[in-house]
């Protein structure tokens, strides 16, 4: 027989209810609610599945500890490391919030907490991306039976500004070739802009990837980068599609002609020889970028991003009359929505008001034809 609902000192309702008898003693379980009304909601919601046999275990488990059982038995061995690697990050910034909290205790507002610190931060997104994964975990413990109900339940993803994505102006691919770049640096910005290269299948590029005689590169590799976890070479791309072979085109060649041409094994190395470091490659980035300063009359813009150049590249496949078949297939996309959607940069300039213009013209002289001549009684 469940007791009286009392209410707590920190606020809380609470009442017990017997859920068995060992050794002529009654087992109780306390249940809570912020309110009534949600005290009497998690009261029916344990008595169902109390009724079909169900007793809620590892009542202590804190939501890191869940986090991790989640992540062992869900995750682990059935997507790719670099996915893992993106989780882990996630969690990361979960646990560092509600990691602490027991789930029997985790509330909405815990949650909401976590939204307004990261919007506030600025991270909207980043919270969207948290709040997935968070519900995910919760719905996994509903399943295994750690708790009644899925907190997360009618909570709803923050709105944020999409940033546009863009490709590089003119005026910043003229700088690329007045900036004072060293080997690597002229090496690797070529590498991007002109094969469209994700920043983690440049870096993971060795000297077999090349074929100088035939002009063109085998993309099969990712690296993966992080402050907090060493370098991670995957022998598969993002992608299943990411898997391809990308021409070196007459800007490129001889550039990377030159630049391998007394190198071996890896393609862009640290000083160790090994593969590059997320913090070496955040400094030569930032050297790379102020090169460009350096040659510019205006302030660089602060967008500019490795993946810009991908960008670029995608609507240079376009511009110049690259099939959107051929063009998924040079980028490595797996979905054409993301090839047609996500990589094509336009601007007025790109219109080509000449050819509408011809379209109209030829619509009117059909209309003109289609027309009959009222007789005159």
């Known amino acids: 027989m469940a007791e009286k609902r009392k209410k707590r000192k920190d606020g809380r309702y609470a009442k017990q209810v017997t859920i068995g008898i060992k050794n002529g003693k009654s087992i109780r379980k306390t249940l809570y609610g912020d309110t009534l009304k949600e005290l009497d909601k998690n009261y029916r919601d344990f008595m169902s599945l109390k009724d079909k046999g169900i007793?809620?275990?590892?009542?202590?488990?804190?939501?890191?500890?869940?986090?991790?059982?989640?992540?062992?038995?869900?995750?682990?061995?059935?997507?790719?490391?670099?996915s893992i690697h993106v989780i882990k990050s996630q969690l990361r910034s979960i646990n560092d919030l509600v990691g602490n909290i027991k789930v029997k205790d985790l509330r909405q507002s815990h949650i909401e907490a976590f939204r307004r610190t990261y919007i506030k931060m600025g991270k909207t997104a980043r919270y969207n991306q948290c709040l997935i994964t968070i519900r995910a975990i919760m719905r996994y413990a509903v399943r295994k039976d750690i708790v009644a109900r899925d907190v997360t339940e009618g909570l709803l993803k923050a709105k944020h500004e999409v940033k546009t994505k863009r490709s590089l102006t003119n005026a910043e691919r003229d700088l690329i070739d007045k900036a004072a770049f060293n080997k690597f640096e002229r090496c690797f910005v070529s590498l991007l802009l002109y094969t469209g290269l994700r920043k983690s299948e440049a870096l993971a590029l060795n000297l077999s990837d090349l074929d100088f005689t035939h002009k063109k590169i085998n993309v099969c590799k990712t690296l993966i980068t992080s402050k907090k976890v060493n370098n991670c070479l995957q022998d598969n791309t993002k992608t299943k599609a990411g898997k391809r072979q990308v021409p070196i085109p007459s800007p490129l060649l001889p550039i990377l002609e030159e630049y391998a041409s007394d190198r071996k094994g890896i393609l862009f190395p640290s000083r160790t020889g090994d593969y590059i470091g997320n913090g070496s490659m955040c400094n030569h980035w930032s050297n790379i970028l102020k090169k460009l300063q350096a040659v510019s009359n205006t302030p660089l813009a602060e967008d500019i991003t490795p993946h810009t150049f991908r960008h670029t590249y995608a609507s240079d496949l376009y511009k110049s009359g690259i099939d959107i078949k051929q063009a998924q297939y040079l980028l490595g996309h797996d979905d054409i929505k993301t090839t047609l959607d996500t990589y094509t940069h336009?601007?007025?300039?790109?219109?080509?008001?000449?050819?509408?213009?011809?379209?109209?013209?030829?619509?009117?002289?059909?209309?003109?034809?289609?027309i009959i001549p009222l007789k005159h009684a």
């Open 55 to 82: 007793i809620l275990q590892e009542e202590n488990i804190t939501f890191q500890e869940l986090s991790d059982l989640w992540l062992a038995n869900e995750k682990v061995g059935r997507i790719k490391d670099q």
């Open 346 to 370: 336009f601007g007025y300039a790109d219109v080509k008001v000449d050819k509408l213009e011809s379209y109209y013209n030829a619509v009117k002289m059909q209309s003109n034809e289609n």
